[in-house]
Nanobody, 123 residues
Framework: QVRLVESGGGLVQAGGSLRLSCAASGRSINTYSMGWFRQAPGKEREFVASINEEGFITYYEDSVEGRFTLSRDNGKSMAYLQMDNVKPEDTAVYYC????????????????WGQGTQVTVSS
Protein backbone atom coordinates (compact mmCIF):
# COMPACT_ATOMS: atom_id res chain seq x y z
CA GLN A 1 0.00 0.00 0.00
CA VAL A 2 2.97 2.31 0.62
CA ARG A 3 5.99 2.33 -1.64
CA LEU A 4 9.26 3.70 -0.32
CA VAL A 5 12.25 4.51 -2.52
CA GLU A 6 15.63 5.46 -1.08
CA SER A 7 18.20 7.56 -2.90
CA GLY A 8 21.41 9.45 -2.22
CA GLY A 9 23.72 6.57 -1.39
CA GLY A 10 27.21 6.28 -2.80
CA LEU A 11 30.91 6.42 -2.00
CA VAL A 12 32.11 8.99 0.52
CA GLN A 13 35.41 9.54 2.30
CA ALA A 14 35.66 9.14 6.07
CA GLY A 15 34.83 12.41 7.79
CA GLY A 16 32.64 13.55 4.93
CA SER A 17 28.88 13.96 4.62
CA LEU A 18 26.05 12.32 2.75
CA ARG A 19 22.29 12.91 2.63
CA LEU A 20 19.87 10.05 2.07
CA SER A 21 16.31 10.63 0.87
CA CYS A 22 13.19 8.47 1.16
CA ALA A 23 10.25 9.18 -1.15
CA ALA A 24 6.86 7.69 -0.21
CA SER A 25 3.93 7.07 -2.53
CA GLY A 26 0.60 5.21 -2.51
CA ARG A 27 -0.65 6.64 0.77
CA SER A 28 -0.11 9.71 2.88
CA ILE A 29 2.59 9.29 5.53
CA ASN A 30 1.20 12.11 7.67
CA THR A 31 0.10 9.74 10.44
CA TYR A 32 2.96 7.23 10.11
CA SER A 33 6.23 6.97 11.97
CA MET A 34 9.35 6.74 9.80
CA GLY A 35 12.64 5.00 10.40
CA TRP A 36 16.08 4.40 8.93
CA PHE A 37 17.91 1.08 9.29
CA ARG A 38 21.12 -0.42 7.94
CA GLN A 39 22.64 -3.81 7.26
CA ALA A 40 26.35 -4.43 6.77
CA PRO A 41 27.74 -7.60 5.13
CA GLY A 42 27.63 -10.50 7.57
CA LYS A 43 25.57 -8.57 10.11
CA GLU A 44 21.90 -8.33 11.02
CA ARG A 45 19.80 -5.33 10.12
CA GLU A 46 19.99 -2.71 12.86
CA PHE A 47 18.09 0.38 13.93
CA VAL A 48 19.63 3.73 13.00
CA ALA A 49 17.03 6.44 13.62
CA SER A 50 13.27 7.01 13.85
CA ILE A 51 10.87 9.94 13.95
CA ASN A 52 7.25 10.22 15.05
CA GLU A 53 4.34 11.30 12.86
CA GLU A 54 4.59 15.00 13.73
CA GLY A 55 8.39 15.13 13.61
CA PHE A 56 8.61 16.26 17.24
CA ILE A 57 10.32 13.14 18.65
CA THR A 58 13.42 11.37 17.32
CA TYR A 59 15.54 8.40 18.42
CA TYR A 60 19.07 7.51 17.35
CA GLU A 61 21.33 4.50 17.68
CA ASP A 62 24.18 5.31 20.07
CA SER A 63 26.96 5.15 17.48
CA VAL A 64 25.28 7.71 15.18
CA GLU A 65 24.04 10.10 17.88
CA GLY A 66 25.39 13.57 17.16
CA ARG A 67 26.50 12.61 13.64
CA PHE A 68 23.24 11.69 11.87
CA THR A 69 20.05 13.73 11.72
CA LEU A 70 16.64 12.37 10.72
CA SER A 71 13.98 14.76 9.42
CA ARG A 72 10.71 14.55 7.51
CA ASP A 73 8.53 16.70 5.27
CA ASN A 74 4.98 15.36 5.33
CA GLY A 75 3.85 17.86 2.70
CA LYS A 76 6.33 16.33 0.24
CA SER A 77 5.96 12.75 1.56
CA MET A 78 9.71 12.66 2.18
CA ALA A 79 12.08 11.57 4.93
CA TYR A 80 15.79 12.34 5.09
CA LEU A 81 18.90 11.10 6.85
CA GLN A 82 21.72 13.62 7.01
CA MET A 83 24.97 11.77 7.66
CA ASP A 84 27.90 13.89 8.90
CA ASN A 85 31.39 12.83 9.98
CA VAL A 86 30.86 9.40 8.49
CA LYS A 87 33.09 6.49 9.51
CA PRO A 88 34.11 3.29 7.68
CA GLU A 89 31.91 1.29 10.08
CA ASP A 90 28.90 3.20 8.70
CA THR A 91 29.29 1.25 5.45
CA ALA A 92 26.04 -0.66 4.86
CA VAL A 93 22.85 -0.84 2.85
CA TYR A 94 20.49 1.75 4.32
CA TYR A 95 16.74 1.13 4.38
CA CYS A 96 13.82 3.49 4.86
CA UNK A 97 10.68 2.17 6.59
CA UNK A 98 7.19 3.33 7.62
CA UNK A 99 4.56 1.96 10.01
CA UNK A 100 0.92 2.71 10.73
CA UNK A 101 1.59 3.51 14.37
CA UNK A 102 2.72 7.11 14.60
CA UNK A 103 5.00 6.79 17.64
CA UNK A 104 8.78 6.51 17.34
CA UNK A 105 10.98 3.97 19.12
CA UNK A 106 14.15 1.89 18.60
CA UNK A 107 12.44 -1.24 17.32
CA UNK A 108 12.35 -2.90 13.90
CA UNK A 109 8.57 -3.47 13.74
CA UNK A 110 7.62 -1.52 10.62
CA UNK A 111 4.95 -2.22 8.02
CA UNK A 112 6.60 -1.07 4.79
CA TRP A 113 10.23 -1.11 3.67
CA GLY A 114 12.22 0.33 0.80
CA GLN A 115 14.73 -1.68 -1.22
CA GLY A 116 17.75 0.06 0.22
CA THR A 117 20.62 2.23 -0.97
CA GLN A 118 24.31 1.40 -0.60
CA VAL A 119 26.56 3.69 1.43
CA THR A 120 30.29 3.00 1.30
CA VAL A 121 32.72 4.98 3.46
CA SER A 122 36.38 4.84 2.47
CA SER A 123 39.24 5.39 4.92
Amino acid sequence: QVRLVESGGGLVQAGGSLRLSCAASGRSINTYSMGWFRQAPGKEREFVASINEEGFITYYEDSVEGRFTLSRDNGKSMAYLQMDNVKPEDTAVYYCAARREGYADRGLNYDWWGQGTQVTVSS
